[in-house]
T-cell receptor
């Protein structure tokens, strides 16, 4: 069965330090992987996606994510965190056989402290 | 310009009432979705429509009925509201380009959400 796991409910980082938000997935066929960010009282905003090609994907606001097929992971990273990055981050996956169906992780709350 | 819009933003109502949430997208997308986000922020798909045709209907009570009058609109009607229906409901849209075995897929764009509170 398709699924997404975000093992950390919360990640705390000091401003200026690198951040990682973890995501692992399970799908049949090739995975299509996405990261979204949700600010308080707002809808989800697209950050980046992996469909095919280079394993390192660059997205909005300086974020990037690395697709690792052997570890079935798609961790979100940023070299230097900003306080304004504090938000809820969702990893999502869909497989090549179910175009209309996204599976979202449970979300990880990122807290960046000054 | 708003890409995906929902109305109302907040909805407070009594148990047993019937209510509707409207969603419109001006992106020219052919697929629209409804998601429910519970109090723990868990996000779950409810429905998906492609070109006005129902594609996905997850295990959602029959009290929830989506209606798509055209490709740009997907409304959600809820009958006999219950306390457990309290949540934030998000509409989303995407342009699907099924590529056969290659499976080309595109990004979903979300509306701002409708916070439903059932008293």
């Amino acid at each position: 069965a398709q699924s997404v796991a975000q093992p950390e409910d919360q990640v705390n980082v000091a401003e200026g330090n690198p951040l990682t938000v973890k995501c692992t997935y399970s799908v049949s066929g090739n995975p299509y992987l996405f990261w979204y960010v949700q600010y308080p009282n707002r809808g989800l905003q697209f950050l980046l996606k992996y469909i095919t090609g280079d394993n390192l994907v660059k997205g909005s606001y300086g974020f990037e994510a690395e697709f690792n097929k052997s570890q079935t992971s798609f961790h979100l990273k940023k070299p230097s965190a900003l306080v304004s990055d504090s938000a809820l981050y969702f990893c999502a996956v869909r497989d090549q056989y179910n175009f209309n169906k996204f599976y979202f992780g449970s979300g990880t709350k990122l807290n960046v402290k000054p | 310009d708003t890409a995906v819009s929902q109305t109302p933003k907040y909805l407070v109502t009594q148990m047993g009432n019937d209510k509707s949430i409207k969603c419109e997208q001006n992106l020219g997308h052919d697929t629209m979705y409804w998601y429910k986000q519970d109090s723990k922020k868990f996000l779950k798909i409810m429905f998906s429509y492609n070109n006005k045709e129902l594609i996905i209907n997850e295990t959602v009570p029959n009290r929830f009925s989506p209606k798509s009058p055209d490709k740009a609109h997907l409304n959600l009607h809820i009958n006999s509201l219950e306390l457990g229906d309290s949540a934030v409901y998000f509409c989303a849209s995407s342009q699907e380009r099924p590529g056969g075995t290659s499976g080309i897929t595109d990004t979903q764009y979300f509306g701002p959400g409708t916070r439903l509170t059932v008293l």
